[in-house]
């Protein structure tokens, strides 16, 4: 600003409108005013920062670094456990690739075991632990380990910072040892195959006790051991118990048919039978030889006394003839019995003791008969249970069967993982370490010098930034130019800021 009243003359000539006025000289001198006008402001931010930044620098203690790196080979495919497809194939580690290797070096599934190792090591318990020490931890962990690919390399190298070299050197190789473990699991097909294969396999053995007890269970609640070989002994008794049945029917059905046979040959024989039998003239003829004899005598009688008209002589006549009639008859019929004997008959004495016997033997074998039925009832009663026990016992030896199949199975699994998994420890993975994390020589004191020379450059441009930012939104005129430019009227004179110019003596007296 002007330091004095300037009177307009041959020095300061008339305002004329001037189109080809010098911007970037008006610009410098804007700038230099700015800078003048608010110097204490920009000073004062400078030192600021300047002091803010070496105070942390100083306060800050002293860092060390730990580096190592790590080679991603492209001459092995991915270690493989029978079942599991491969399903990345060959690895082409673009840039893409690498930094997803990088993003797993930070992930939680590595710093996690490295924060728990590393909170153990200070001498607190991991079952003191909390969740938010250990997320803090994980943190700090996380913000000290740098990961960059190498360029043109399939290198990555992994740099950690710590207060001593030997903290940065251990933590690093526990970030490293967990890298690759986890690396070897992703690559034996998947990162939580062995924990997956653990859990199932311990929940499949808690089911197979299950399964096995409640077998044992129902094997001493039926008192049966093998429920295959009590049916085949009781299918075997009830086949014998039928054909017996079958035998016995047969039997009696015979039995029967002697029964009708002897009692139509008992219906055909008579109670009693003659023993013996005497032979005698027949008595008739001589009784109708008398009565003959007599007839005639009388006939002659009559035809002495009577014509032959006579009926009395026709009566005796007929008599006569009747009489001979009948001796002849008796002649030819010759001689008689005289005497016979008779006793029962033999034969059917016999016969009804056979049929007896026949009877007697039908109601045995129907007895028989009966009593076989009712075994084989009770057979087929007693093997339909068993056939439902069969069911209920296949079924649980079923599941136990089962059970130790999964288990086994599960079994079988997690050891092949594990061997893909100590394959990959072991280097024989996709991922190998070419340089064990060592430290730095040196320290840090450069990066602090730097910091705190940084600090002063972004204090002095941020007080500058500020000081435009104030001129900015002030409106009011502050240079002869000023008032020429914007109201269009020359400066006649300018009155000096007089505030910061000492008070003459004598002014004072005359006040």
Same mark, same amino acid.
């Given at each position: 600003?002007?330091?004095?009243?300037? +009177?307009?003359?041959?020095? $300061?000539?008339?305002?004329?409108?001037?189109?080809?006025?010098?911007?970037?000289?008006?610009?410098?001198?804007?700038?230099?005013?700015?800078?003048?006008?608010?110097?204490?402001?920009?000073?004062?931010?400078?030192?600021?920062?300047?002091?803010?930044?070496?105070?942390?620098?100083?306060?800050?203690? +002293?860092?060390?670094?730990?580096?190592?790196?790590?080679?991603l080979?492209?001459?092995?495919?991915?270690?493989?456990?029978?079942?599991?497809?491969?399903?990345?194939?060959?690895?082409? !580690?673009?840039?893409?690739?690498?930094?997803?290797?990088?993003?797993?070096?930070?992930?939680?599934?590595?710093?996690?075991?490295?924060?728990?190792?590393?909170?153990? #090591?200070?001498?607190?318990?991991?079952?003191?632990?909390t969740?938010e020490?250990?997320?803090?931890?994980m943190?700090?962990?996380?913000?000290?380990?740098?990961? =960059?690919?190498?360029?043109?390399? *399939?290198?990555?190298?992994?740099?950690?910072?710590?207060?001593?070299a030997?903290?940065?050197?251990?933590?690093?190789?526990?970030?490293? #040892?967990? !890298?690759?473990?986890?690396?070897?699991? &992703?690559?034996s097909?998947?990162?939580?195959?062995?924990?997956? $294969?653990?859990?199932?396999?311990?929940?499949?053995?808690?089911?197979?006790?299950?399964?096995?007890?409640?077998?044992?269970?129902?094997?001493?609640?039926?008192?049966?051991l093998?429920?295959?070989?009590?049916?085949?002994?009781?299918?075997?008794?009830?086949?014998?118990?039928?054909?017996?049945?079958?035998?016995?029917?047969?039997?009696?059905?015979?039995?029967?048919?002697?029964?009708?046979?002897?009692? *139509?040959?008992?219906?055909?024989?008579?109670?009693?039978?003659?023993?013996?039998?005497?032979?005698?003239?027949? +008595?008739?003829?001589?009784?109708?030889? %008398? #009565?003959?004899?007599?007839?005639?005598?009388?006939?002659?009688?009559?035809?002495?006394?009577?014509? #032959?008209?006579?009926?009395?002589?026709?009566e005796?006549?007929?008599?006569? %003839?009747?009489?001979?009639?009948?001796?002849?008859?008796?002649?030819?019929?010759?001689?008689?019995?005289?005497?016979?004997?008779?006793?029962?008959?033999?034969?059917?004495?016999?016969?009804?003791?056979?049929?007896?016997? %026949?009877?007697?033997?039908?109601?045995?074998?129907?007895?028989?008969?009966?009593?076989?039925?009712?075994?084989?009832?009770?057979?087929?009663? =007693?093997?339909?249970?068993?056939?439902?026990?069969?069911?209920?016992?296949?079924?649980?030896?079923?599941?136990?069967?089962?059970?130790?199949?999964?288990?086994?199975?599960?079994?079988?699994k997690?050891?092949?993982?594990?061997?893909?998994?100590?394959?990959?420890?072991?280097?024989?993975?996709?991922?190998?370490?070419?340089?064990?994390?060592?430290?730095?020589?040196?320290?840090?004191?450069?990066?602090?010098?730097?910091m705190?020379?940084?600090?002063? &450059?972004?204090?002095?441009?941020?007080?500058?930034?500020?000081?435009?930012?104030?001129?900015?939104?002030?409106?009011?005129?502050?240079?002869?130019?000023?008032?020429?430019?914007?109201l269009?009227?020359?400066?006649?004179?300018?009155?000096?800021?007089?505030?910061?110019r +000492?008070?003459?003596?004598?002014?004072?007296?005359?006040?």
């Open positions: 600003m002007a330091q004095g009243i300037t +009177p307009a003359g041959s020095f $300061y000539p008339a305002y004329t409108l001037q189109p080809e006025k010098n911007d970037t000289w008006d610009a410098t001198k804007q700038l230099f005013f700015a800078v003048f006008k608010w110097q204490r402001l920009i000073f004062g931010i400078f030192l600021a920062f300047t002091i803010a930044a070496a105070a942390a620098m100083f306060l800050k203690p +002293p860092t060390r670094t730990a580096t190592a790196k790590v080679l080979k492209t001459d092995r495919m991915p270690l493989q456990i029978s079942g599991l497809s491969n399903l990345t194939g060959r690895m082409l !580690y673009s840039p893409q690739v690498l930094q997803s290797e990088i993003e797993m070096i930070k992930s939680r599934d590595v710093l996690f075991p490295v924060t728990k190792k590393l909170l153990i #090591d200070s001498g607190k318990s991991e079952k003191d632990l969740p020490e250990i997320d803090t931890t943190v700090s962990v996380a913000t000290n380990t740098v990961a =960059a690919a190498l360029p043109d390399t *399939n290198v990555i190298q992994v740099t950690y910072f710590a207060p001593s030997k903290e940065a050197e251990n933590t690093l190789a526990m970030v490293l #040892d967990e !890298y690759l473990e986890q690396q070897a699991t &992703v690559q097909g998947s990162a939580k195959l062995i924990s997956f $294969y653990e859990q199932e396999k311990k929940r499949i053995g808690l089911e197979l006790g299950a399964a096995e007890d409640q077998f044992k269970k129902w094997q001493e609640a039926t008192n049966i093998s429920t295959d070989q009590q049916i085949q002994n009781h299918l075997t008794l009830l086949a014998e118990r039928e054909g017996s049945l079958q035998r016995s029917v047969a039997d009696m059905e015979a039995t029967r048919a002697k029964i009708v046979s002897l009692r *139509n040959q008992l219906a055909g024989q008579p109670e009693r039978s003659v023993t013996s039998r005497e032979q005698v003239r027949n +008595p008739l003829i001589a009784k109708l030889q %008398a #009565d003959l004899v007599s007839a005639e005598l009388a006939l002659k009688d009559l035809l002495q006394r009577l014509t #032959d008209k006579d009926r009395r002589v026709q005796k006549r007929e008599q006569i %003839a009747l009489i001979k009639s009948e001796l002849s008859g008796a002649q030819n019929e010759g001689d008689v019995i005289g005497r016979e004997t008779t006793d029962l008959n033999p034969l059917r004495e016999a016969l009804r003791k056979e049929l007896a016997g %026949a009877v007697a033997l039908f109601t045995s074998q129907a007895s028989q008969a009966e009593a076989l039925r009712k075994q084989t009832r009770e057979a087929i009663a =007693a093997l339909n249970p068993l056939r439902e026990k069969k069911v209920e016992g296949d079924r649980l030896a079923r599941v136990v069967e089962l059970q130790k199949d999964a288990f086994m199975l599960y079994g079988k997690l050891e092949e993982a594990r061997i893909a998994s100590g394959l990959g420890k072991e280097q024989l993975a996709n991922v190998a370490v070419i340089e064990r994390p060592h430290a730095a020589l040196g320290s840090d004191l450069l990066k602090r010098v730097l705190v020379i940084a600090a002063a &450059v972004l204090g002095i441009l941020l007080g500058i930034a500020v000081a435009f930012g104030l001129e900015f939104v002030n409106n009011s005129f502050r240079t002869q130019t000023d008032v020429e430019h914007y269009g009227v020359p400066v006649l004179a300018a009155i000096p800021d007089l505030r910061d +000492p008070i003459p003596a004598g002014l004072l007296n005359a006040q």
